[in-house]
């Protein structure tokens, strides 16, 4: 039998699935009147304000989440780990690297996130995880692979090839990083890194000379992060202390599903004749860890 926690973790990483999933195809239609660092900035400035305003009502209504555990000095090398890795460094490489990468080769890369944070929660944070895991975790990285797959026949291994999988792996390693503090208040966790990060490359879109885009591009823009990013990596800490990272990575690479979808509905763009084999790859995901028995994490 699965407990009733098990499930409520399993609908937070579908949720957290569906809201980043649907980051894609809205920023898309921003992209056209923003630069992609300057649009990343307000992406991550958003989830941080919107932790923040949820905060500030919680403080004015005198509401104490007092099963939340506080940041202590210790966990700080953690989270300042994650927005390092996650926040700063990933998406400057992946910049770098997308300019000497075809479209099609990074869309098929990115996915490799899911399977650097298996291997990285397994291998080096002990994390155990069960056949069924391992299994719902190989069917996810199919299917979103089967999801990037671009019928234009580019393809091409190149250094900026080499550059998207170190984004993903520093990617991988900020989802372990997260997973260590994962216990802690998710708002102050999403709160440091969305101002961490969003303030980073913002610096970064000023240097770069990007312009400034208008006010209702940039309120559209915060205000998509605050949901899709804030929200969705509140749920995503909240998945994973039951879960652990390698479960909750492999629900969440469920994203894609909800892109293809979205992008039909606003961008009409008509998802591939693959994207009805890797769609019951990801139920069959869903299914495993639905089935799957508590398994004990080891804990870091």
Known sequence: MVNNARIVAIAQALLAALLFGASAPLAKL???NVEPVMLAALLYLGSGLGVLLVKVFQRLENKTVED??????TDWKWLAGAVIAGGVAAPIILLFSL????ASTASL????ES????????IVFKEVISRRAFWAVTCVTLASILLSLDHSGQWGISLGAIGILGACILWGIDNNFTRN???????TIVLVKGFGAGS???LLALVLQNAIPSVSIIFGALLLGSISYGMSIVLFIRAMRALGAARTSALFGTSPLVGVLLSFLLLR?????LFLIALPLILLAIFLLLRERDTATKPT
């Open 30 to 32: 921003l992209l056209g």
């Open 68 to 73: 939340e555990t506080r940041i202590k000095r």
């Open 99 to 102: 300019r000497q990468t075809p």
């Open 109 to 112: 890369l990115l996915n490799f």
């Open 115 to 122: 399977v650097a944070t298996t291997f990285i929660a397994v």
């Open 181 to 187: 503090i994962s216990a802690k208040d998710p708002l």
């Open 200 to 202: 980073f490359s913002l």
């Open 269 to 273: 763009e008509f998802p591939s004749s």
